[in-house]
């Protein structure tokens, strides 16, 4: 892909509520939407527990934003972190963000930031982040399966296999949605449906993402639930079809 055609990626980190060892695979995710060339990790590098932080912005080319304890329990980080995004979207040079934080104050900067048409990832920890923030991102990817999941990576040849599905990880709730998209979806005869169609629905309904579930592709997730077949046609075009 030519230069040109790049988009202008912003990544926003909340070093308060996010954990260093997860920017090299959110890097790696966001390289799917284009160009990162604005990084900004905010918060009070002066705290012993932000050190770590300090000790990758280099490497990783992430502009420390520097953010006191004016006054206590008021989050300048948080205040920051929207004054800027919100000048990045007036700017007009932005044309996605990923937000990198566990906090549903952002859930508003999100909603926003979306309303303006932009592609907005969210990155934090499944279990702390609520479901409002969850929810409004594109797509909400948990930064703990995507370190577990560069931590497992396969060795690549022969016997390499797709991470085997984690027990309590599928929920009628993940049933439903993908039951639901195929079944929104355009079917043929024997019931089959474009697997990318039915991503695609199942992704404008929810923050839903395949990495969350220890998987890199979308075939691979429903190949390992029951209650589903996937086929492989001519031209390389992947079908799938409900059993139950």
């Known amino acids: 892909m030519a230069d040109r055609d790049l988009k202008n990626i912003a990544l926003l980190i909340d070093a308060d509520n996010t954990t260093p060892k997860g920017i090299d695979p959110v890097l790696t995710v966001m390289a799917e939407l284009g160009q990162v060339n604005i990084k900004r990790a905010y918060g009070n590098f002066a705290k012993n527990n932000l050190s770590k932080w300090g000790e990758i912005t280099h490497k990783y080319g992430i502009q420390p934003q520097q953010q006191f304890d004016l006054t206590a329990g008021k989050n300048a980080t948080d205040m920051a972190m929207t004054i800027d995004a919100i000048d990045l979207l007036y700017q007009g040079k932005v044309d996605g963000f990923g937000i990198m934080s566990s906090d549903s104050d952002f859930t508003p900067l999100v909603t926003r930031l979306r309303q303006d048409g932009l592609v907005v990832y969210g990155f934090g920890s499944t279990s702390k982040t609520p479901a409002a923030f969850k929810s409004a991102c594109t797509r909400f990817i948990d930064i703990d399966a995507l370190i577990k999941g560069a931590t497992d ?3 690549a040849g022969k016997g390499a296999k797709a ?16 039951g639901t998209a195929w079944k929104a979806a355009k079917r043929d005869e024997e019931g089959f449906a474009s697997l990318s169609e039915v991503g695609n629905i199942a992704g404008n309904r929810s923050s839903f993402d395949v990495r969350n579930y220890g998987f890199k592709r979308l075939s691979d997730l429903f190949e390992a639930i029951d209650q589903f077949k996937v086929d492989r046609r001519e031209n390389n075009q992947i079908v799938v079809k409900r059993l139950r």
């Open 153 to 155: 990576e396969p060795q």
């Open 163 to 178: 991470p085997a599905i984690r027990a309590g990880d599928i929920d009628e709730e993940l049933i439903e949605l993908l």
